[in-house]
């Protein structure tokens, strides 16, 4: 009998160490460390005339200065991440602005000083001479480009991309019924409780760069510093420590200071520490989700979809450093879980005088899904179908996986759907919302999304059972919360058959594992939960292959399991992992710890030589996993909600959420995921909205004014889960991480709609716009 | 001051904010600082047994009072405090960051009223920010933790 961790609602090994304080984020690091700070441009498009730091040069315990003018790298632009044919004009800023700022936030100069009150001190004397110039401060105004981000920018536009799937023009001259649809979706923020931060250490003697960094992407960050200081990548280390909530911002980089306290530290020959501050965080950290939707879609008299025409604007900001990929997603993933016969897409995407955009939780897929699920509501109420009718006549059915939506995906492959079942998917959903609540001003609200998850190129994993009969597990990848270290070891602990407990699990450490990508787009139980089980299968083999010779038994009869290699059927004929541990290293010297069995003169030695041919030392291995293509996530949410006539405050009454990631390595974790990712849809659907005035400035920089949700908007969810396995890895799992935020402003939209009997076609809501909406419509009570 | 029943000398500087002090004198970096304008509550503490906000004080405020910071909190190496334990049993923590603010702030919570209704634990914690868990598990750990604490379930 063998235990399965697999499916099991495995406590979390992380917790005991971050509930007794001894968590150890990028901030607790380097007591000794010099500490920066930067100064700013307060304006959001400016020339920079002049940068005089002699002042704050002379300040008490500063160590350093920097402008642009005293990098090496000062005049290089930081790199384009992502590059696409079709970002004709992609633009990156420099490390430190020295002639134009382009969005309020952008950094100008770093002071480095003995602490922290002291650079603060210091970067108050630096004395910076702006000449304000216009401001771009939306997309109307980018898209009306009578003022330009960029001068070499001709209409503000970084690219313009179209794809057609069928003959849209000719489906809509076709369509019985036709309706046109503009769909806003405002800039929100990621708001991890922890900023960003980095330290960094440079040893002089072994000429070896130390970076821990709260980031994403610990091996591209390491990559990049390697090529920028022109440093051996292996003499370049970088940790991503504990992280304290990321949602995608941190997948960003080069951010300025990742490299410029690395280079502070070679130059001044002490670590260096830089941390944010909040209200940095909200200007110099990237944000997402602006986009203005135009939607043509032409339907037939049962309400089927025949032909869908959208076109789109997405706010980049000041730079894109990330190129395309937003857009792009909102472009395939617009479609979502519904059958569309003809389907042309164009985006350009705009630069504005804001903070440049990238990924954040969910990545183009709430705008895609609100705009497809306003118009599934749409064509609902013009042909009079419950709301739950209309989609069902839509979905894409079982039987039709795998399902070529013949669009462009992220990685540039075919988005080509593995497997779902989006009718279930809806029913489950429905069955689990109940009857609605009595009273007015209730509203029930529906949305269905599909997520592409797990994108590649590849992940990989080091196992290795110690002399102890310990596991340690080792992956590129960090974990920002999602409980990596206990997913991860379920899987470990599944493929040695040992306990979960045995299994210590190491991410985000370049020193431990220097092959990976990172942690984003719902990949980290897709990639590196696969790349675990790979590596931990070729562990299994080798303790199978070395108890072979040692029980004489052939290793197709052997199993692992309780911490040991059995002989199949005849359990007490077994070896620990532990004595495999040891054997598998030849020795010379018996240093303790049983080492002696490995030596030459064992009653048992091996026939040739003592290491076999084409056998490593150690009872480890490395195992990769790459995809064949992504793994496709999809759910269903719906919700009552109640709006208060009078102060429009949003109650949610019920949320029901049906999900399917494909099976499922912790329920209790993925259940985690869920509720905060459709607490952070909430927070996007009806509190946070980034104000920027016509001036560029953000107006709400504090958490005193963007509201993000607290216990108390926040209703505890009712959680389904749907298991359609991904038939493109070894586990069957899907991402889940992105997913519960995805529908939200979606479903908060129709909800809203339904109680109030108003027209919703913006996101973010709030209570003063739902105010406006209603008298408009001659609704509320006044 | 007394920090988690050690007596240490008062702050080198009069602007030190406490939740520095904390952090880089006294090297306890289990207390968190989120936002620095009193907002999220990572960096709450327990002053003389009610939770403050060290990022809205500074060290020298402190002289004379009793300080536990998330370290002090626990019994022993091998027991948690029922917050903690409760947190563990109930998934009430993701990346961490919040937590060791929402433990105490919790702790003072039960101190004060051991058997708190639904209601009481959704104002309790509404001083405290989550972005990761979306709180219901974080409620469900503050019920757990009056139950180890032998208050009453709550309704």
């Known amino acids: 009998m063998t235990t399965r961790w697999f499916g099991e609602r495995v406590l979390r090994s992380e917790d005991e160490r971050l509930l007794r304080g001894r968590g150890r984020y990028t901030d607790d690091l380097g007591e000794d460390a010099l500490e920066g700070c930067f100064v700013r441009s307060p304006y959001a498009h400016a020339r920079v005339l002049s940068v005089d730091v002699e002042a704050a040069r002379r300040a008490p315990g500063v160590r350093a200065v920097y402008t642009a003018a005293d990098l090496p790298f000062g005049e290089m632009d930081l790199p384009l991440l992502i590059p696409h044919p079709a970002l004709t004009q992609g633009r990156t800023q420099r490390c430190l602005a020295s002639r134009m700022v382009r969005y309020a936030g952008e950094a100008v100069a770093f002071v480095v000083a003995e602490d922290r009150y002291l650079a603060e001190d210091a970067a108050d004397l630096v004395e910076v001479e702006y000449e304000p110039l216009p401001v771009v401060a939306n997309l109307e105004a980018a898209a009306g480009a009578e003022r330009l981000v960029h001068s070499d920018v001709p209409g503000n536009v970084a690219a313009e991309l179209t794809q057609e799937s069928g003959d849209v023009e000719a489906a809509l001259e076709a369509s019985p019924r036709r309706r046109r649809l503009r769909l806003r979706y405002e800039r929100g923020a990621a708001q991890p409780m922890e900023g960003r931060a980095v330290w960094a250490r440079w040893d002089a003697g072994e000429q070896r760069l130390t970076v821990y960094d709260s980031t994403q992407s610990p091996t591209s960050i390491r990559g990049g510093l390697a090529v920028l200081f022109d440093l051996p990548e292996t003499s370049v280390e970088v940790i991503a420590p504990d992280v304290g909530g990321a949602f995608g911002p941190k997948i960003m980089l080069f951010y300025p200071d990742e490299l410029l306290v690395p280079h502070a530290a070679m130059q001044l020959g002490r670590p260096v520490k830089w941390t944010e501050d909040r209200r940095e965080h909200f200007t110099a950290v990237n944000h997402e989700r602006a986009q203005l939707h135009e939607v043509e879609v032409g339907y037939d008299d049962e309400g089927r979809i025949q032909g869908l025409d959208v076109d789109f604007v997405h706010d980049a900001g000041a730079y894109t450093p990330y190129g395309l990929i937003l857009p792009i997603i909102t472009a395939a993933q617009l479609p979502g879980p519904y059958r569309v016969p003809a389907y042309r897409v164009r985006f350009r995407d705009l630069y504005t005088n804001l903070t440049p955009t990238s990924p954040y939780r969910g990545a183009g897929r709430p705008q895609a899904c609100f705009v497809i699920e306003r118009v599934m509501d749409s064509i609902a109420a013009e042909l009079g179908l419950e709301r739950a009718e209309i989609r069902r006549r839509n979905f894409i059915q079982p039987d039709q996986f795998p399902y070529d939506t013949g669009l462009s995906w992220q990685d540039g492959s075919r988005a080509v759907y593995d497997s779902g079942d989006y009718p279930r998917l809806l029913e489950e959903c429905l069955r689990l919302l109940g009857p609605r609540p009595a009273g007015d001003n209730v509203g029930m609200g529906l949305g269905v999304y599909v997520e592409g998850t797990g994108v590649g190129p590849y992940e990989g994993a080091h196992v290795q059972v110690l002399v102890s009969g310990k596991v340690v597990a080792s992956t590129a990848v960090p974990s920002q919360g999602q409980g990596h270290a206990t997913v991860f070891a379920q899987v470990v602990a599944d493929a040695l058959g040992v306990d979960v407990a045995d299994v210590e699990v190491h991410g985000g450490d370049t020193r431990r594992l220097q092959w990976g990508v990172g942690t984003f787009a719902s990949r980290s139980a897709v990639m590196a939960g696969n790349a675990m089980h790979v590596a931990a299968g070729l562990v299994a083999e080798k303790a199978k292959r070395i108890a072979s010779e040692q029980l004489e038994v052939d290793s197709a009869d052997l199993e692992l399991a309780g911490g040991e290699v059995r002989v199949r059927g005849t359990p007490d004929r077994a070896i620990p992992l532990s004595t495999l541990a040891v054997l598998s290293n030849p020795l010379r010297y018996a240093f303790g710890g049983g080492a002696e069995m490995a030596t030459p003169f064992t009653p048992k030695p091996r026939q040739g030589p003592p290491l076999a041919s084409g056998e490593q030392p150690g009872l480890e291995a490395t195992g990769y996993y790459s995809p064949p293509g992504s793994a496709w996530a999809s759910g269903a949410h719906a919700a009552y909600v109640h709006v208060d006539p009078d102060t429009y405050r949003l109650e949610i009454l019920r949320y029901v959420v049906v999900h399917d990631c494909g099976r499922v390595i912790n329920p209790l974790i993925l259940e985690g995921q869920v509720q905060g990712g459709v607490a952070q849809g909430i927070g996007g659907a009806f509190y946070e909205r980034l104000a920027y005035d016509e001036e560029g400035q953000l107006r709400n920089a504090s958490f005193m004014e963007f509201l993000m949700p607290y216990s108390t908007e926040v209703p505890e969810l009712v959680i389904g889960h749907l298991e359609t396995p991904s038939p493109l890895n070894p586990l069957g799992v899907k991402g889940a991480g992105e997913a519960g935020v995805i529908p939200v402003g979606a479903v908060v939209a129709s909800a809203i709609e339904d109680a109030l009997r108003i027209r919703v076609t913006e996101m973010p809501l709030s209570p003063l716009r739902l105010f406006d909406l209603d008298r408009l419509r001659g609704g509320g009570r006044r | ?155």
């Not at chain 2, 009069?14 to 904390?22: F, G, I, K, N, V």
């Not at chain 2, 060290?59 to 903690?84: F, Y």
């Not at chain 2, 919040?98 to 039960?110: D, E, N, Q, S, Y």
């Open chain 2, 1 to 155: 001051m007394i920090v988690n029943g050690v007596e240490r000398p008062r702050p080198g500087s009069a602007r030190r904010l406490l939740s520095d002090y904390l952090r880089h004198d006294l090297g306890l970096t289990g207390t968190h600082v989120g936002c620095e304008h009193g907002v999220c509550g990572c960096c709450t503490v327990l002053l003389d047994g009610r939770p403050v906000r060290s990022c809205l004080m500074l060290g020298v405020q402190a002289e004379g009072h009793q300080v536990t910071t998330i370290e002090g909190l626990a019994p022993s190496n091998e027991a948690l405090h029922p917050v903690q334990q409760a947190f563990k049993e109930c998934h009430g923590l993701q990346c961490g960051f919040c937590t060791p603010g929402f433990v105490l702030a919790i702790a003072g919570l039960l101190a004060e009223n051991p058997s708190p209704s639904e209601q009481e634990i959704e104002e309790g914690i509404a001083g405290n920010l989550c972005r990761c868990t979306g709180y219901a598990s974080i409620r469900r750990a503050v019920s757990r933790a009056a139950e180890l604490s032998g208050g009453s379930r709550p309704e």
